[in-house]
């Protein structure tokens, strides 16, 4: 899932300060999840910015609610109506909702109350570990299933490097070796001879070297009714 964490409140309480009306919109997805934009942290968020700008004198009034994903355009177009009462948008999801609200709305101003941080998943309460950096070529199934792109602080597709000692990282000698971690994945599975096999350079046109990505389903496009006549046309 995507993890965020909220910004600093006096950074918000900045972005937001030349504004009298305020909307704040959580996210009841990964954000929620991550406990950093669901409806707890928005109420939470909201009392703490009534209190901090009647504090330093402002006059401003806070409207604070939650989506179920604000990355969806159907789920914002339901409250089209605060977003255009609003003055600023505060966003509490990750910048996926955020920019969705900003493409919908062009002429509001729509500010981030999060930073998005990883795709990552939980390893025990309140920790969240990155696991995958969304290169659009998975390679996965001949690393015992851990990606050494995410994962290994040099992102090398053949390791591991001279650096690795006691199956800690140089990098961070915290943090595991993603290729100890990968050998020992490979040899529980009886797969060690993929060790030996030499991973040509990787065709970074699919991740965001290649610039914004854009994925199109043409059989996603379709209607009920045009998937019926295309299975009995078969």
């Known amino acids: 899932m995507i993890i965020a964490e909220r910004k600093p409140l006096g950074e918000i309480a900045m972005m937001v300060a030349p504004h009298e009306k305020v909307t704040v919109i959580g996210c009841r997805s990964c954000v929620a999840i991550c406990l950093a934009g669901g409806e707890k942290e928005v109420d939470t968020l909201v009392s703490a910015m009534k209190l901090k700008s009647m504090n330093e004198g402002r006059t401003q009034y806070f409207d604070g609610f939650v989506l179920e994903r604000q990355c969806e355009k159907e789920w914002v177009k339901e409250v089209e ?21 900003g493409d919908l709305y062009p002429e509001k101003i729509v500010v981030p109350g999060l930073n998005t941080a990883m795709f990552g998943v939980p390893e025990e309460q309140g920790v969240w570990s990155e696991k995958c950096l969304g290169c659009g070529d998975c390679i996965i199934h001949t690393t015992g299933g851990i990606c050494p792109i995410a994962r290994c602080a ?3 597709l053949n390791g591991p490097c001279g650096g690795s000692s006691n199956g800690h ?19 529980l599975q009886d797969r060690l001879d ?18 914004r990505r854009v994925i199109v389903r043409e059989d996603a496009k379709l209607t009920p009714h045009q998937i019926r006549g295309k299975e009995a046309s078969l």
């Open 154 to 156: 040099k992102s090398m």
């Open 169 to 187: 990282c140089e990098v961070n000698l915290e943090i595991e070796c993603a290729w100890y971690a990968i050998y020992e994945r490979l040899k």
């Open 81 to 101: 109506d605060k977003i255009l009462a609003a003055d600023v948008v505060l966003s509490m999801s990750c910048s996926l909702g955020a920019q969705t609200i």
């Open 194 to 211: 993929l060790m030996d096999t030499v991973r040509p350079p990787k065709e970074w046109s699919t991740s965001h070297s290649g610039g």
